[in-house]
C-alpha cells in the first residue's frame, strides 16, 4: 500500500479506509502505454514522460507492435484500441499500430498532446490521423495561457492552440464530419474537478470566441496522486490533504463504471495492468492462480476472455477514479 495517506476519517462505504474489493468484467478496450518519450514533461504526468525517455527500456519495439496487432486479429472482442504515452506518435512504430489496428477494422483513440504536430518530422501527423478517423483525446487542463503554460511548460499553450487550429481546418471536432475531437481538463492543484457539463460549456464558449476553436467534449479528469503530481504534493506537505479529500468524496455510484472493469492497459514492456495508473504504480494484474499477466498470455485461446472476473489491484490511488462524479480515462462516471 503506498504510504502517506493517513489523518482523515474513513469513508463510511469502505472499510477501515482501504479501497472496495472490485473485479474485472467482459474486457473489450486495448489500452496500450506505447512508451514514456514525450516532447513535453508537465508538473502533473502520471507517467514520468519526458524527452529524456528515449531508451528502449521506456518503449515499445517494433516486436511488441506486431504482438497487439496479432492479439487484434485474433481476438474481436478487442473492439477499441486506445494508445497513450508519452507521445505515442514519437515511437517509431505508431503509424503502422494505428494502421493495422483500423485495418482490422477497430476503433483506435489516441492521447495527444498537440504540441508533438511541431516536431521535426510530424507533418503529415494531422492528415494521418483524419485518414485513419482515429478519435483523438487532447490535454488543454485551461483555455488561459498562463494556467496551461504553468502546468505544461512555457509556450505550451501557444502551441495547443495551433495543433487545435490545425485539426479543425482538417474536420476534427467539426459537427458531423465524422472525426472526433475531445479535450482533456485537469485541475491545476489538489481540487476535485469542477462538474464536467458546465466546464464544457465554459470551454466551447471561449475557445470559440477567442480562438474559432470547436471540440465535441470536454472531459474533467482527477489527478491521481501518484509519480510527479504526488512529488509535487509531498513537497507542499499537501499529501495527505489531498488523500483526505479523495477519500471523503468516495461515490460508490462510480464502482460499476470504473474504466479497469472493461479495460486491459498493456505497458510498452509487454506487461498487463487494471489500468495506465496501476501500470506506473507497477501494480500488476495478476491470473486467476496469483501470476503477474504478460501479453503472451492473452494470446491463448480463451486468454482475452479470462480475464473477465479477475481482481482488480486496487490501492489508495484508485480513490481518485471514485470521488465525487468520478473520473477515468473517459472523463466524469456519474452525473
Ligand atoms: S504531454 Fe502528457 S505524457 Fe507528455 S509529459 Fe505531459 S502529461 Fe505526460
Ligand atoms: S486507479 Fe482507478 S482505474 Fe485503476 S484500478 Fe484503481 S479504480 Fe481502477
Not at 472496495?20 to 502505454?33: H, M, T
Not at 492479439?71 to 497513450?84: F, G, K, N, S
Not at 472525426?179 to 464558449?205: I, S
Not at 461515490?251 to 489500468?275: E, I
Amino acid at each position: 500500500m503506498n504510504p502517506g495517506f493517513s489523518g482523515a476519517a474513513p469513508a463510511e462505504q469502505t472499510t477501515f479506509g482501504l479501497f472496495p474489493a472490485i473485479r474485472k468484467s467482459r474486457v473489450e478496450i486495448l489500452q496500450f502505454n506505447i512508451g514514456r518519450l514525450c516532447n513535453q514533461a508537465c508538473h502533473h504526468c502520471h507517467v514520468d514522460s519526458s524527452p529524456k525517455r528515449s531508451g528502449p527500456e521506456d518503449n515499445a519495439s517494433p516486436l511488441l507492435i506486431d504482438q497487439v496487432l496479432e492479439l487484434l486479429r485474433r481476438e474481436p472482442a478487442l473492439h477499441t484500441l486506445d494508445i497513450t504515452g508519452g507521445a505515442p506518435e514519437m515511437n517509431s512504430s505508431f503509424t503502422r499500430l494505428v494502421m493495422g489496428a483500423r485495418a482490422l477494422g477497430r476503433q483506435v483513440l489516441v492521447r495527444h498532446n498537440l504540441t508533438v504536430q511541431e516536431l521535426d518530422g510530424q507533418e503529415n501527423l494531422v492528415s494521418f490521423f483524419a485518414e485513419q478517423q482515429v478519435v483523438l483525446f487532447c490535454s488543454l487542463p485551461c483555455y488561459l495561457e498562463d494556467n496551461v503554460d504553468e502546468q505544461r511548460g512555457n509556450g505550451v499553450f501557444e502551441a495547443s492552440i495551433r495543433g487545435l487550429q490545425r485539426l479543425n481546418a482538417a474536420g476534427f471536432g467539426v459537427e458531423n464530419s465524422g472525426l472526433e475531437l475531445h479535450l482533456v481538463y485537469n485541475p491545476q492543484g489538489p481540487v476535485l474537478p469542477p462538474p464536467q457539463a458546465a466546464l464544457q460549456e465554459d470551454y466551447k464558449r471561449e475557445l470559440a470566441a477567442r480562438f474559432d476553436i470547436h471540440f465535441h467534449q470536454l472531459l474533467a479528469i482527477t489527478n491521481q496522486p501518484i509519480h510527479r503530481f504526488r512529488s509535487a504534493l509531498e513537497r507542499r506537505g499537501q499529501l495527505d490533504e489531498y488523500a483526505a479529500l479523495l477519500r471523503e468524496n468516495f461515490n460508490p455510484l462510480t464502482l460499476n463504471a470504473l474504466m479497469c472493469r472493461n479495460a486491459v492497459s498493456l505497458r510498452w514492456d509487454g506487461k498487463l495492468f487494471d489500468c495506465d495508473f496501476n501500470l506506473v504504480s507497477d501494480l500488476p494484474l495478476r491470473d486467476a492462480r496469483g501470476l503477474e499477466m504478460q501479453l503472451g498470455m492473452l494470446l491463448e485461446p480463451g486468454g482475452v476472455q479470462r480475464l473477465a472476473q479477475l481482481s482488480i489491484a486496487v490501492d489508495q490511488h484508485c480513490f481518485a477514479c471514485t470521488a465525487g462524479c468520478g473520473s477515468s480515462c473517459g472523463g466524469t462516471l456519474t452525473g
